[in-house]
């Protein structure tokens, strides 16, 4: 890239969002150029082999509302197939739970959502804690089912979020990861720049200009995916500098903390099972584990919320040792042994996320229309965080690549009129 690059579009990150903006532009008859920092497309979706050996989605790695789903369409056309739902088991005062009791769980859980989201939606947005019950063994379930799904403590988590979350619903996983769907599959053949900071946007003139640690590039419009805890700390820059409403909302829908610790064990500890959530109370609180018994067998805990922050600041070691203390706790002391590999993540601390997905603060959920709106016609807002439905989700980014991509084909004047949101 240098002084006479020329684009359409400039789409700044190859996240979920600027890889289905890109798609978009493309079928829209658009050019565009994605710009990417990090040495590789997929942003927090992201399947990795090299840690466990066995494919491991380090962030997005459910298909939420899996039914409607536009990402299952998509699944479906690269050929890949995903089992059904994962059914929720419970490990409570030192047992596992019956099957009775465990589908008791499971529908316990199931009707402590659907309350949550019918009272969320027809009250004021409020902290969301104070709409959950306070019956205390389904009430600590529901905390860490709604904590870990929002990367929020309820107590400052807006409840206007909570009345339109998607991962309530049903769950499913994609074969060989969601993560490599997106950045693999979707990605391919793409125009991605990968290893490109975009470090300012100037938007002063007709042309916009693109300051990047390659270069610069002109561009007609630009479309900027990055997640909001990188919008809030300042990067890009833009000239002029963003209004007040726009810096405000990155604010307001702050990110939320969620991570993964990843273990992955010799022989059958888990026995002959199917793969299972199974959720582990100890004193020190509840962790939840999704359980491929395999082989290869792998236990993938999932925490939200202060854990998740205290996951990201521990380091890896410690946190592999927490989760452990969870599974032996369950299992006994003798799996231990088996541990054959084990990761743990930290997107809190990773510089192009700074946190999981978006959770908007208790009466901010009105601010992601704010996150979503454009400046100034050609310089326009994607990603998972600006949509008022179906937010911080892969698939929720994936629809506001193609919103925008629509919307700047429109300013532009594109031949080529948008069809509604639909699969692919
Ligand atoms: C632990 C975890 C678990 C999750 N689980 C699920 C799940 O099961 N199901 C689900 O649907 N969703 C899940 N999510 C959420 C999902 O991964 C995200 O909502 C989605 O991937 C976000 O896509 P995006 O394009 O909006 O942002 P990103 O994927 O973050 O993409 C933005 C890109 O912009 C780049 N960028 C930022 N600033 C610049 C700059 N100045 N110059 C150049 N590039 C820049 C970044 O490097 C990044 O690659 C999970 C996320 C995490 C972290």
């Given at each position: 890239?240098?002084?006479?690059?020329?684009?359409?579009?400039?789409?700044?990150?190859?996240?979920?969002?600027?890889?289905?903006?890109?798609?978009?532009?493309?079928?829209?008859?658009?050019?565009?150029?994605?710009?990417?920092?990090?040495?590789?497309?997929?942003?927090?979706?992201?399947?990795?082999?090299?840690?466990?050996?066995?494919?491991?989605?380090?962030?997005?790695a459910?298909?939420?509302?899996?039914?409607?789903?536009?990402?299952?369409?998509?699944?479906?056309?690269?050929?890949?197939?995903?089992?059904?739902?994962?059914?929720?088991?419970?490990?409570?005062?030192?047992?596992?739970?019956?099957?009775?009791?465990?589908?008791?769980?499971?529908?316990?859980?199931?009707?402590?959502?659907?309350?949550?989201?019918?009272?969320?939606?027809?009250?004021?947005?409020?902290?969301?804690?104070?709409?959950?019950?306070?019956?205390?063994?389904?009430?600590?379930?529901?905390?860490y089912v709604?904590?870990a799904i929002?990367?929020?403590?309820?107590?400052?988590?807006?409840?206007?979020?909570?009345?339109?979350?998607?991962?309530?619903?049903?769950?499913?996983?994609?074969?060989?990861?969601?993560?490599?769907?997106?950045?693999?599959?979707?990605?391919?053949?793409?125009?991605?720049?990968?290893?490109?900071?975009?470090?300012?946007?100037?938007?002063?003139?007709?042309?916009?200009?693109?300051?990047?640690?390659?270069?610069?590039?002109?561009?007609?419009?630009?479309?900027?995916?990055?997640?909001?805890?990188?919008?809030?700390?300042?990067?890009?820059?833009?000239?002029?500098?963003?209004?007040?409403?726009?810096?405000?909302?990155?604010?307001?829908?702050?990110?939320?903390?969620a991570e993964k610790v990843a273990?992955?064990?010799?022989?059958?500890?888990?026995?002959?099972?199917?793969?299972?959530f199974?959720?582990?109370?100890?004193?020190?609180?509840?962790l939840g584990f999704h359980?491929?018994?395999?082989?290869?067998?792998?236990?993938i805990a999932y925490a939200g919320?202060?854990l998740a922050?205290?996951?990201?600041?521990?380091?890896?070691?410690?946190?592999?040792?927490?989760?452990?203390?969870?599974?032996?706790?369950?299992?006994?002391?003798?799996?231990?042994?088996?541990?054959?590999?084990?990761?743990?993540?930290?997107?809190?601390?990773?510089?192009?996320?700074?946190?999981?997905?978006?959770?908007?603060?208790?009466?901010?959920?009105?601010?992601?229309?704010?996150?979503?709106?454009?400046?100034?016609?050609?310089?326009?807002?994607?990603?998972?965080?600006?949509?008022?439905?179906?937010?911080?989700?892969?698939?929720?980014?994936?629809?506001?690549?193609?919103?925008?991509?629509?919307?700047?084909?429109?300013?532009?004047?594109?031949?080529?009129?948008?069809?509604?949101?639909?699969?692919?």
């Amino acid at each position: 890239m240098g002084t006479s690059t020329t684009t359409d579009v400039a789409v700044i990150g190859a996240g979920a969002a600027g890889i289905a903006a890109a798609r978009r532009l493309q079928e829209l008859g658009l050019s565009c150029q994605v710009l990417e920092a990090r040495n590789r497309p997929g942003g927090r979706a992201w399947t990795e082999t090299a840690t466990l050996g066995v494919a491991l989605d380090r962030g997005c790695a459910w298909l939420h509302d899996a039914e409607r789903n536009p990402l299952r369409a998509c699944a479906e056309a690269a050929g890949l197939g995903w089992p059904t739902a994962v059914p929720i088991r419970g490990h409570r005062q030192g047992a596992f739970g019956s099957a009775a009791a465990n589908a008791a769980l499971e529908a316990r859980v199931d009707e402590g959502l659907r309350a949550l989201v019918e009272r969320a939606g027809a009250e004021p947005d409020q902290p969301t804690a104070s709409l959950l019950a306070g019956d205390p063994v389904h009430g600590a379930f529901l905390r860490y089912v709604v904590t870990a799904i929002s990367g929020a403590e309820p107590e400052t988590y807006s409840s206007g979020d909570a009345a339109e979350e998607d991962a309530f619903e049903s769950n499913w996983l994609v074969t060989g990861g969601l993560g490599r769907l997106i950045s693999e599959d979707l990605a391919a053949d793409l125009p991605i720049q990968l290893g490109t900071t975009v470090q300012t946007v100037d938007f002063r003139r007709r042309a916009i200009r693109l300051d990047t640690s390659a270069g610069w590039m002109r561009t007609d419009a630009v479309i900027v995916t990055a997640p909001v805890g990188v919008l809030a700390d300042g990067r890009p820059g833009f000239r002029p500098a963003l209004p007040s409403w726009k810096t405000d909302a990155f604010e307001a829908v702050a990110m939320g903390r969620a991570e993964k610790v990843a273990l992955r064990f010799r022989g059958r500890p888990f026995g002959d099972d199917l793969p299972h959530f199974l959720t582990i109370e100890r004193p020190t609180g509840l962790l939840g584990f999704h359980i491929e018994p395999g082989p290869p067998a792998v236990a993938i805990a999932y925490a939200g919320g202060e854990l998740a922050a205290a996951i990201a600041d521990m380091g890896e070691d410690e946190a592999v040792a927490m989760a452990m203390d969870y599974l032996a706790h369950a299992y006994g002391d003798a799996l231990r042994d088996q541990l054959a590999a084990s990761t743990a993540t930290a997107w809190a601390r990773d510089a192009w996320a700074l946190g999981s997905y978006s959770a908007a603060h208790p009466g901010a959920h009105g601010r992601r229309r704010a996150l979503a709106a454009p400046v100034a016609d050609r310089v326009r807002f994607a990603g998972e965080a600006t949509l008022p439905d179906a937010f911080a989700t892969a698939h929720g980014a994936w629809l506001s690549g193609r919103r925008e991509a629509e919307a700047v084909a429109a300013v532009l004047g594109a031949a080529t009129l948008p069809t509604p949101f639909a699969s692919g």
